[in-house]
T-cell receptor, first 110, second 112 residues
Framework: EADIYQTPRYLVIGTGKKITLECSQT?????MYWYQQDPGMELHLIHY???????EKGDLSSESTVSRIRTEHFPLTLESARPSHTSQYLC?????????FGSGTRLTVV | SQKIEQNSEALNIQEGKTATLTCNYT??????LQWYRQDPGRGPVFLLL?????KEKRKERLKVTFDTTLKQSLFHITASQPADSATYLC???????????FGSGTRLLVRP
């Protein structure tokens, strides 16, 4: 049974659409993260949160936004999807002594 | 800026042999280093964490070393199995801010 859930697993969407990638965790952790990973490439931190109402941008600039209204929920939104947003998006949570990742959302923008 | 280097070439070994993967980093002195396994299309899975004051850490067939002078960690899998085939990532919290930076990973292929 997974402790961190991401939906959808796969998403193909047209250019200009607004999308929200869902991430929920049942571990009760304050810290949550979003990483972006292209095939065969390294993970890049795009957003993180240290608790409710706390969100920060990561090292890789991203046009996406995040919110943290509840401890367990950390959704990522793209207001207007573009083909350059095609990638895998991975959500994680942890205490600093090891992250638990979700299965990821593979986003394709056509 | 901080940089993490892992061998980008795949490591191809025979089943039963020991696999050794290398992680080098520059500039900072992280308090700990972590290793993850990633299978295609999946999120990374945490394997081991080693602190700066620990020289070696073991977990079943896995062994990690951490040399803060060389700024290097070695990750060993003994008695390797085809099921160990995956990409292995090292990760560092560069500034103790609880933000992990990942290397690009090394792909391990274990031949039966």
């Amino acid at each position: 049974e997974a402790d961190i859930y991401q939906t959808p697993r796969y998403l193909v969407i047209g250019t200009g659409k607004k999308i929200t990638l869902e991430c929920s965790q049942t571990m009760g952790h304050d810290k949550m993260y979003w990483y972006q990973q292209d095939p065969g490439m390294e993970l890049h931190l795009i957003h993180y949160s240290y608790g409710v109402n706390s969100t920060e941008k990561g090292d890789l600039s991203s046009e996406s936004t995040v919110s943290r209204i509840r401890t367990e929920h950390f959704p990522l939104t793209l207001e207007s999807a573009r083909p350059s947003h095609t990638s895998q998006y991975l959500c994680a949570t942890g205490t600093g002594l090891g992250y638990t990742f979700g299965s990821g959302t593979r986003l394709t923008v056509v | 800026s901080q940089k993490i280097e892992q061998n980008s070439e795949a490591l191809n070994i025979q089943e039963g042999k020991t696999a050794t993967l290398t992680c080098n980093y520059t500039n900072y002195s992280p308090a700990y280093l972590q290793w993850y396994r990633q299978d295609p299309g999946r999120g990374p899975v945490f394997l081991l964490l080693i602190r700066e004051n620990e020289k070696e850490k073991r977990k079943e067939r896995l062994k990690v070393t951490f040399d803060t002078t060389l700024k290097q960690s070695l990750f060993h899998i003994t008695a390797s199995q085809p099921a160990d085939s995956a990409t292995y990532l090292c990760a560092l919290d560069m500034d103790s801010s609880y933000k992990l930076i990942f290397g690009s990973g090394t792909r391990l292929l274990v031949r039966p």
